[in-house]
């Protein structure tokens, strides 16, 4: 499948309008009540739904598989943003095409080619993406922008949620933005870990533009509020 460059008609990067988008991860959401956990958000505005997907080998923890994203699909519209925490991704490819994620992001830690990875989401009709986890080095993500659709720098250890931001985070999404503009890569930049309306701010000026939040939505007593205030902290950023 063919690089993703930005239209050549397209506007340069500095002149493009960022859509900044919201992802409340539903790690941290009452499962007794992920029904309405769901609508609230929804209504509320997010633009993603982000899934973790762990399996006790790639991550300690443990959650759940393709069944639940099966289950989830058919309780909302927002597109499924499915995060595998899992060794050998490239097995469940097609359970989790199956059960209606939109978006299917690997490790590039758990796949022999983080480049042949993202190809075989992509032509299961999924937007691929390629995570690396914060003591990952940069260079085997950077390399495979061209055939990403959304890469996330994780900005916790990946495994639980309700972690503080890493200090070192910043510093990691401003390379994968300088690259991602230098190429001129269709690619989302996500963050995932720790983000509350202070560290969304701190990573959207670093050059994130899709922000992930799970204890800072869910377990907020009001998640409408938390994310129309993370959201109002971004156009401040
Ligand atoms: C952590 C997961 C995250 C988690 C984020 O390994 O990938 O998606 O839900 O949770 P918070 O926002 O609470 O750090
Ligand atoms: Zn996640």
């Known amino acids: 499948m063919s690089e993703t460059k930005r239209g050549a008609a397209a506007a340069p990067p500095w002149a493009k309008p960022t859509r900044l988008r919201i992802c409340p991860s539903i790690l941290s959401a009452d499962f007794a009540r992920l029904g309405e956990e769901i609508a609230r958000v929804e209504r509320a505005g997010a633009d993603f739904l982000h899934v973790d997907i762990m399996d006790g080998q790639f991550v300690p923890n ?37 059960a209606g994620a939109s978006h299917l992001t690997v490790h590039v830690e758990a796949v022999p080619d983080p480049a042949a990875a993202a190809r075989s989401i992509r032509a299961r009709g999924l937007k691929a993406g390629l995570s690396v986890k914060p003591a990952t080095p940069l260079e085997p993500l950077l390399a495979a922008l061209p055939v990403a659709d959304l890469a996330l720098v994780m900005t916790v250890e990946p495994g639980a949620g309700g972690q503080a931001f890493l200090p070192g985070s910043p510093d990691r999404i401003a390379r994968v933005r300088a690259a991602i503009d230098a190429g001129g890569w269709d690619c989302l930049l996500e963050v995932d870990g720790g983000i509350s309306e202070e560290t969304a701010a701190l990573a959207a000026r670093a050059g994130a533009d899709t922000f992930v939040a799970g204890h800072s939505i869910f377990r907020s007593g009001d998640p409408e509020s938390a994310i129309r205030r993370i959201r109002e902290a971004l156009a401040r950023s």
């Open 62 to 98: 443990l959650t759940f598989g393709p069944i639940m994203v099966e289950a989830i699909r058919r309780l909302t519209r927002l597109p499924l943003d499915v995060h595998l925490m899992i060794v050998e991704p490239l097995r469940f490819l097609d359970a989790f095409a199956s």
